[in-house]
């Protein structure tokens, strides 16, 4: 079993900044990716990015580039994700999630989830 748990979630106004922390407990080693997911209301879950425990291979969705930043500390088993000039279209509850698989942008083949934490961005 692994444990994850968000945190950094808020309200921020639109062009600023928060950054989300998933701290992941248990048996991780089997991990061979970490992802930030996001849902609105309404909508599926969606990719946003994701990073490999071993040589830190990063991916992202193409709306987030150049916005949002994914980076993981392995001394910690912890993945944060820096998001900086935020929109109105970022509004979302973000999940955090832990995968053995190498196909890191689909949400079914993620094996725990954290509980999710609330971003909401007022324009």
């Known amino acids: 079993q692994v444990q994850l748990v968000e945190s950094g979630g808020g309200l921020v106004q639109a062009g600023g900044s928060l950054r989300l922390s998933c701290a992941a407990s248990?048996?991780?080693?089997?991990?061979?990716?970490m992802g930030w997911f996001r849902q609105a209301p309404g909508k599926e879950r969606e990719f946003v990015a994701a990073?490999?425990?071993?040589?830190?291979?990063?991916y992202y969705q193409d709306s987030v580039k150049g916005r949002f930043t994914i980076s993981r500390d392995n001394a910690k088993n912890t993945v944060y994700l820096q998001m900086s000039s935020l929109k109105a279209e970022d509004t979302a509850v973000y999940y955090c999630?832990?995968?053995?698989?190498?196909?890191?942008?689909?949400?079914?083949?993620?094996?725990?989830w954290g509980q999710g934490t609330q971003v909401t961005v007022s324009s």
């Open positions: 990073i490999t425990w071993s040589v830190g291979k990063t």
């Open positions: 248990g048996r991780t080693f089997n991990s061979y990716a």
């Open positions: 999630g832990s995968t053995r698989s190498v196909i890191v942008v689909s949400p079914g083949t993620y094996d725990y």
